[in-house]
């Protein structure tokens, strides 16, 4: 692999797609110099002013300063980008270490654009194309050896900050090492799920999503079933999106589905699926009105702008055969009565393949035209199966892949089922199963290995120890579980404590188990504690039905027990005698907040959306997170001097107003991780693996810390300060009288109560003021309103 630094990087063209991977290669610690055309409409008298002359840069920066989900990780990122345009500032590539182009899809303007770039560029310097569908090699026609060496494919998946796709497409031309160094770049560094396509129409994520699209569309008025009833099928059910097929193709749009389908049919001459596919009425139907989806405000569903006797939108859908658009009304189907009570994927993948209603025949028959699809394009698209089943996961947000479903529901089961249906499956699965192979995947000994074709054997995936997938650890017997929590020895006396309750929420049987699990590590011999899981979320936070149900029934001895061992578990992992480390991502909400705070370290994927939201059902953070909050503010005077009101104002503001960090790197602008114990990783799959190299660096010289009495707090000087920060709040309408009600217990915790002057206290002594305030508050029958608004809406109340 080439031994190359990146340091800067050229981004050609600031669409969506070139503002997007501008925002995110700056959120990665890149230099970036972003260009464009000049303005079409420039003025004469504009003609000289830099700022005129950058417009179209500058405005597309400002929009996505301004855009909802945020492109950047922290939006002080975006001082990293400096903008320009392609008449002035194109010498300014020769300083670039890689030239990204993301203009129009057109191979002339490409072609245009790399013509130019050879006149700049810097021999040795990557240039690469986003292109998602023209022919890689066709672009470097005419251009120099140095060139061709170092040019490929680089395709991001919009927004580039949230898809983990970036599929890499090398030519014939191409240095394997420049290949090998943007797979392990891709990964490492811009925390991708870097995929190696071969340089075939629509590579391989859109090849086979767009194909699995269109057969359900194809099904969906072949079966007779209304679009709204496909997408809550097609959606979280079976593990994809919630926007199921037809809102996915309204959100990608129509005009942009048809263009990739259309050209599939054309230059796949081969593909026995795509080439039978006929464009059905309805879709013809919205291309000709230019019904595109949500960028044309029509397309499978119509927003109205009106609202129902509940208050929701009111949104129309179309009917396939009278494309007439109507009130969006769901078939009750059977299967999806069967598929709500079951929480695991492998269980509720079983029982559609056992279901007899028209929804079951629209998942059995996509699910095995997908099996069949993919097992063909194995070598046309791709050697190795888990290059497929990384694309769709990571591109389309598929929680499995389409050969991890296959194993769902069983190989040869399906190759069965397919061929009754008239599916062709490629002859190198028969072979497989005839070679006594069941599976496309098994695990041994924490890896996780995947057959291959070409050899007939099952190879380790690439990554290594990289990744840590916990599945991979399934046939080892658990160190320690319970209905809640496993224990995994994941290899160099290092323990694994892996979460799952539902959506990880935080109950009797996680506490236990963290509690158990320190004391297995410090009195068997381990090195150190990571707790971390390969959920899509860490946690959401404490169990609010098992705190309602003990304030309901009034069980304050109860309640303050369950709300004295959550503060003891933080604390236990803050005091333990080895080192324990968390890995996150996702949502980490209260109480895994408050737990993060008290470890020794967190290793943070950049995707962690960090916050102490208990003030949203009516509570204060409970679990030792006031009481943190407290000891970091002291930590703050002692090191910043004479701010003291102002510091503490900011710890109250962000418990206060329930302040939700939207990554990793703005979670430590809110303080809930800190800079010298705390670190992000790009590569959310990367966590695990990265907080045990950090538990092992910590157990070298690892010193059991000692509980703290030495935490400075304000007393009545710093409540007068929050009481009148609260009031503000009031008095701006951004808080009712119950939320002044719990800024002001927050304030007391904060400033070790109504102490008449500035001193130090302990940590149990916070610990007693933050437990008293919580249950005072679930006395509080707003606080009781708010939380059974959430148990039963999941949106908070105000009231």
Known sequence: MLNKHIRKVAVLGSGL?????????????????????????????????????????????????KSKPAPFYDQKFASRITVGNFEDDFPKIKDCDW???????????????????????????????????????LMTEGR???????????????PARYMRLLEIIPTPDTDPAATAFFMHYGDVFLGKQTVLCKDTPAFIANRVGVYAMAKIFQLTHE????????????????????????????????????????????????????????????????????????????????????????????VLALNLDTLEYGPSQKTKLPILDTLKQIDELPRRMKAIFKGTDKGAELL????????????NRIPEISDTLYAIDDALRAGFAWEKGPFEYWDLVGVAEAVQAAEAKGEKIAPWVSEMLAAGHTSFYKSENGKRLCYNPTTKTFDPLPGGESF?????????KPVFQNAEVTLHDIGN????????????????????????????????????????????????????MMIAMMAYQQEWDELNMAVRIFQQTSMRLRYSSVPVVMATQGYVFGGGCEFAMHCDGVVAAAESYIGLVEVGVGLIPGGAGTKEFAVRASDAYTREGDVQIPTLIEKFKTIATAQVATSAYEAFNYGYLLPQKDQVVHNTARNIAEAKARVLELAENYVQPIQRKDIFVLGRTGLGALYIAAHSLKLGNYATDHDIKIAQKIAWVLCGGDLTSPQQVSEQYLLDLEREAFLSLCGEQKTLERIQQMLESGKPLRN
């Open 17 to 65: 797609m070139g503002t997007g991977i501008a925002a995110h290669l700056a959120g990665c610690g890149l230099e970036v110099l972003m260009l464009d055309i000049l303005p079409s409409d420039l003025k004469e008298s504009e003609a000289q002013k830099p700022d005129a002359r950058n417009r179209i840069g500058q405005a597309a920066l400002q929009t996505a300063l």
């Open 99 to 137: 030239i990204i182009e993301v203009v129009v899809e057109r191979l002339d303007i490409k072609k245009q654009v790399f013509e130019k770039v050879e006149k700049y560029r810097t021999p040795g310097s990557f240039v690469t194309s986003n292109t998602s569908g023209i022919p890689i090699h």
């Open 144 to 158: 120099s050896a140095d060139f061709k060496q170092h040019f490929l494919g680089t395709h991001f998946f919009n």
């Open 223 to 314: 079966i007779g079933l209304d679009i709204a009833t496909v997408d809550t099928l097609t959606g979280p059910a079976i593990g994809r999106p919630k926007t199921g097929t037809f809102r996915l193709g309204d959100l990608v749009g129509m005009d942009t589905a048809v263009h990739v389908i259309n050209g599939m049919r054309q230059n796949c001459p081969h593909d026995e699926q795509i080439g039978a596919f006929e464009v059905p009425r309805f879709l013809e139907f919205l291309i000709e009105n230019k019904f595109f989806g949500n960028k044309s405000g029509k397309g499978f569903y119509q927003k109205t702008g009106e609202r129902d006797e509940k208050g929701r939108p009111v």
């Open 364 to 375: 059995q028959r996509s699910f095995l035209g997908l099996f069949a699809y993919a097992s």
């Open 468 to 476: 840590i997938v916990l599945d991979a650890w399934r046939d080892q």
């Open 493 to 544: 006396g290092v323990l694994c404590l892996e979460f799952h309750s539902k959506m990880n929420a935080i109950g009797e049987g996680i506490l236990r188990g963290l509690n158990e699990s320190v004391r297995i590590a410090e009195e068997e011999g381990w090195k150190g504690l990571v707790i971390g899981n390969n959920a899509q979320n860490f946690t959401v936070g404490a169990n609010l």
